[in-house]
């Protein structure tokens, strides 16, 4: 593998020259010798506009440099073709199901203020930033989520938009967090988001969204489930026993950690709110319940959780989707702005950390001093529906497909291929051009690399006549054909 090494310099400003060399790795011959190594400057930009990056290649001996690691920084991906393939099909479903549910595509910053994202102490996401302050002075961080900043945008647009909004957004985000299976410090998003809607079918239709994902690329009900709660349940078990209600999102992000950490540092967190001991105990006896019937008992039928989440169940039927969905009381998801149904997409096995998540957020916009207006969502990371897809055998066989490999038989006759490809390319036509004498040989290996379906060989004798030779790679049907017939 080629490794990359750089001059070593201290930069007294942005506009030094920084200087670097490529070399081999010592298993390989080395591209450049020790007396003559090549050195690239980069030029500053010009303040007309012009390029920057400008490469110069002056000659310089016996330079010191060092090797830098040529990976992306730890929890950070590349994409090379094939990776990019498999992003690219899983973002298709992603924005058909999206599509077919009649949202509206929209997009954010990578780059947003701080104070977006800092919420209550004591919230896991607030440690995670990746923060600092710009040239300007202003604290910045990169995303590491998305519904501020949709919350951001609509308060923005304020009365130009008609209710309700149903919007999406595929996003990269950044979390500086522990890596695990799936979990990384960068990853992509599928957020889809009802804002105006105050009733629980919004939510019944964000998870039908996500079960027709599901359904799309092969994953089932007994692969993958949806526990389902409600914030108003934990809001209720704390009125009853007394707990203040400014404790209440620091209740719930120690709750969010139940299945993360042992219970008895569960209990200890609580402790430290100042709970009761026989608070806690009577609290934690109720999130494990796993029926709603069993929850009636505890909390009357009379609260609006019990409300909320029945009619959610009876929706699920009427969507098809009820043998996806199970109540699990535990369930009230770490971030502080949730109010009331949450929802969490988990492997049936327990080999996987949830798959996506989301609830309603009723009260985040008028904490950015928007109106107070009714929104629920959902977030659904790329990273675990990945491992998911290779646990079950069901990641797709993405290889480079190409309808033409278009190759001139003789030196002299590339721009005759030039012209064939830019023929069949305004034809809307996929070409691979090959850009050099090449023999047959290694055309016909790198046709059947590139999964090409014709082959159209340039020779001539064909081309003086104002055709080419067009070979079918499926079938090995060979024929000539003028340019302008062909298709």
């Known amino acids: 593998?080629?490794?990359?090494?750089?001059?070593?310099?201290?930069?007294?400003?942005?506009?030094?020259?920084?200087?670097?060399?490529?070399?081999?790795?010592?298993?390989?011959?080395?591209?450049?010798?020790?007396?003559?190594?090549?050195?690239?400057?980069?030029?500053?930009?010009?303040?007309?506009?012009?390029?920057?990056?400008?490469?110069?290649?002056?000659?310089?001996?016996n330079e010191e440099v060092?090797?830098?690691?040529?990976?992306?920084p730890k929890g950070t991906r590349d994409f090379a073709p094939d990776d990019m393939r498999l992003r690219n099909w899983l973002f298709n479903h992603f924005k058909e199901v999206s599509r077919l549910f009649g949202y509206e595509e929209?997009?954010?910053?990578?780059?947003?203020?701080?104070a977006l994202f800092i919420r209550k102490a004591g919230e896991e996401i607030r440690d995670q930033l990746y923060c600092f302050e710009d040239r300007g002075k202003r604290r910045v961080a990169l995303r590491p989520e998305l519904t501020p900043s949709l919350a951001r945008l609509v308060i923005q647009k304020g009365k130009s938009v008609s209710l309700p909004l149903k919007w999406f957004a595929i996003g990269q985000c950044w979390r500086y967090e522990r890596m695990t299976r799936g979990r990384?410090?960068?990853?992509?998003?599928?957020?889809?988001?009802?804002i105006g809607v105050p009733h629980v079918t919004a939510e019944a239709e964000l998870i039908s969204a996500i079960v027709t994902f599901f359904k799309r690329i092969g994953i089932t009900a007994s692969d993958v489930g949806f526990k389902v709660s409600s914030r108003k349940v934990l809001q209720e078990m704390l009125r009853?026993?007394?707990?203040?209600?400014?404790?209440?999102?620091?209740?719930?992000?120690?709750?969010?950690?139940?299945?993360?950490?042992?219970?008895d540092e569960i209990k200890k967190e609580l402790g430290f709110t100042g709970?009761?001991?026989?608070?806690?105990e009577?609290?934690?006896?109720?999130?494990?319940?796993?029926?709603?019937?069993?929850?009636e008992d505890v909390l009357g039928g009379a609260g609006e959780a019990i409300a909320d989440l029945k009619q959610l169940f009876s929706l699920a039927e009427k969507f098809g989707y009820s043998e996806w969905i199970q109540f699990d009381a535990s369930v009230v998801r770490g971030l502080a702005y949730y109010t009331g149904i949450v929802f969490e997409g988990f492997d049936r096995k327990g080999n996987l950390r949830a798959i996506c998540g989301g609830g309603r957020y009723d009260r985040l916009l008028p904490t950015y001093g928007g109106d107070d207006i009714p929104a629920c969502g959902f977030g659904f990371g790329d990273a675990v529906i990945v491992e998911l897809l290779k646990e079950k055998n069901l990641l797709p066989e993405l290889g480079q497909e190409v309808e033409n490999i278009v190759c001139a038989l003789e030196k002299d006759l590339q721009g005759a291929a030039a012209t064939v490809a830019t023929a069949l390319r305004s034809k809307g036509q996929t070409v691979d051009l090959?850009?050099?004498?090449?023999?047959?040989?290694?055309?016909?290996?790198?046709?059947?690399r590139i999964n090409a379906r014709r082959l159209i060989l340039v020779g001539k004798t064909e081309w003086e006549d104002g055709s080419v030779s067009v070979k079918v790679l499926s079938t090995g049907e060979q024929f000539q054909v003028k340019l302008n017939d062909l298709e």
């Open 275 to 280: 709970i009761s001991e026989d608070a806690i």
């Open 240 to 263: 009853k026993y007394g707990v203040p209600e400014n404790l209440f999102g620091r209740v719930c992000i120690i709750i969010d950690k139940i299945e993360k950490i042992p219970i």
């Open 184 to 194: 990384r410090r960068e990853h992509y998003q599928w957020n889809m988001d009802i």
């Open 66 to 72: 060092q090797k830098i690691d040529v990976n992306p």
């Open 434 to 448: 090959v850009l050099e004498s090449k023999p047959l040989k290694w055309v016909f290996k790198r046709a059947a």
């Open 1 to 61: 593998m080629r490794a990359i090494q750089i001059v070593t310099t201290r930069l007294s400003s942005c506009l030094r020259p920084i200087r670097f060399e490529l070399v081999s790795s010592s298993s390989s011959p080395r591209l450049l010798s020790n007396s003559r190594r090549l050195i690239c400057t980069a030029a500053a930009t010009k303040s007309d506009g012009g390029r920057s990056g400008s490469i110069v290649a002056p000659l310089v001996e």
């Open 282 to 295: 009577q609290l934690l006896q109720v999130l494990s319940v796993k029926s709603l019937d069993d929850l």
């Open 106 to 114: 929209v997009d954010y910053p990578v780059l947003e203020t701080e």
